[in-house]
């Protein structure tokens, strides 16, 4: 049971390049997220997902975009990456122990550490 | 105000000593509560769960005052292996997202 995996763990992109980040989960959870983590500002989130084909935006969405095809896989793209964006990537996702209810506890992946010169 | 409000610290306690911080949130509609801790460049982890007045796991205690809005975290005979951030985790009603705080630095110093 490998739970939350993220791939790549590590990324350099030239400002202007794209990329996709990809978090996969093993757990059937029906709810899945996207965090980045900076120095003196916690965790924030990007983007989150409440089951296979939507998408949400969290509180710093812009510069990315999403996508939830399949249940157990959350793509994060950069369209175009800038410097600003040079940050530690956390998915994360959760168990809805009910039908309709979620307690909210989350399960991270090791994170994705992207730098954008 | 900020949705979820940690002092950063850095708390630096001898070991064995008690230790406590808080954390305090704005949305009044939450109902769970969530204490992760995160070791130097690794993912968060669960530690604590919050759902009613408190919670406690050995040294670890979390108390909610609903009243107050706050949720504190208290580990007592601290250890060495406690050195950490601590993030305080709330969710927002309907528990579709979980905001953190900046979470707080615990060194625990031999």
């Known amino acids: 049971n490998a739970g939350v995996t993220q791939t790549p763990k590590f990324r350099v992109l030239k400002t202007g390049q794209s990329m996709t980040l990809l978090c996969a989960q093993d757990m059937n959870h029906e709810y899945m997220y996207w965090y980045r983590q900076d120095p003196g500002m916690g965790l924030r989130l990007i983007h989150y997902?409440?089951?296979?084909?939507?998408?949400a935006k969290g509180e710093v969405p812009d510069g990315y975009n999403v996508s939830r095809l399949k249940k157990q896989n959350f793509l994060l793209g950069l369209e175009s990456a800038a410097p600003s964006q040079t940050s530690v990537y956390f998915c994360?996702?959760?168990?809805?122990?009910?039908?309709?209810?979620?307690?909210?506890?989350?399960?991270f992946g090791e994170g994705s550490r992207l730098t954008v010169l | 105000r900020k949705e979820v409000e940690q002092d950063p610290g850095p708390f630096n306690v001898p070991e064995g000593a008690t230790v406590a911080f808080n954390c305090t949130y704005s949305?009044?509609?939450?109902?769970?509560f969530f204490w992760y801790r995160q070791d130097c460049r690794k993912e968060p982890k669960l530690l604590m769960s919050v759902y009613s007045s408190g919670n406690e796991d050995g040294r670890f205690t979390a108390q909610l005052n609903r009243a107050s809005q706050y949720i504190s975290l208290l580990i007592r005979d601290s250890k060495l292996s406690d050195s950490a951030t601590y993030l305080c985790?709330?969710?927002?009603?309907?528990?579709?997202?979980?905001?953190f705080g900046t979470g707080t630095r615990l060194t625990i110093i031999p």
């Open positions: 985790g709330v969710p927002n009603f309907g528990n579709e997202k979980l905001t």
């Open positions: 997902s409440v089951g296979e084909g939507t998408t």
């Open positions: 949305n009044s509609a939450s109902q769970s």
């Open positions: 994360a996702s959760s168990y809805d122990e009910r039908r309709d209810f979620n307690t909210g506890e989350l399960f």
